[in-house]
């Protein structure tokens, strides 16, 4: 099986991250191995906040995954930047946790495109962490970190491991609850063209806390 070797080399890393979702990981089903189906609305923690909000449509995938467990998000690169649309597959999480000043957050997670069907040298991965005024997914933003991976090098075959830390949260949104979202977004054209998929696995969102200025 052409995966095999793959597989084995990626095992270590792959368990690893397993291994290292600590109990203080911020999101829920990280892995996507909870849910009784592939839909978002039967995949546990996830909702589809793209284009169209369908929660009809695929959050996940349990074929052709090379990464950990049984189960990965599946994402695509149709991202309308132009009309501030999401991509179609959009997913996101509202959080049990409320930021607090000063706050850093750790984003780790793997990913890969799926085969040929990435354009390799303008599709990447975005994570968006945010917060609002009234801690509705659609509210006004008051503070917000964008991520995106690095394009794809290599074989498609080989998963990509991502670690990354976003801006310090600011005194405005303090108390408010911290919302998690990702897609694929292709940086030339998000909107014309044929859509393109990847794989994203083993979300682990972790907080530390910065030196927060003393008040004058």
Known sequence: MRYTFLLASFALAASSL???APADNLVMNGNFEDG?????YATTGWYNCGKGTRQDLNARTDSDVLMYGVYAATVNDRYDAANKQ?????HSQRTGYSVKE??????N???????????MSRDTIRFYLYATSDDKMNGPVVWSSTH?????VGSPDVVKVVSQKTSPVTAAAAGKRLFVVFHGIDTVDGVEGATHFARVDNIVVTVARSAVPAKK
């Open 18 to 20: 397993a291994a290292a």
């Open 148 to 152: 995106d991976s690095d394009f794809f």
């Open 36 to 40: 009784k189906g592939l839909q978002f």
């Open 109 to 119: 997670y793997v990913w890969r495109p799926f085969e040929t069907y990435w354009q």
């Open 102 to 107: 000063g706050d850093v957050f750790t984003i």
């Open 86 to 90: 999401y991509a179609l597959l959009t």
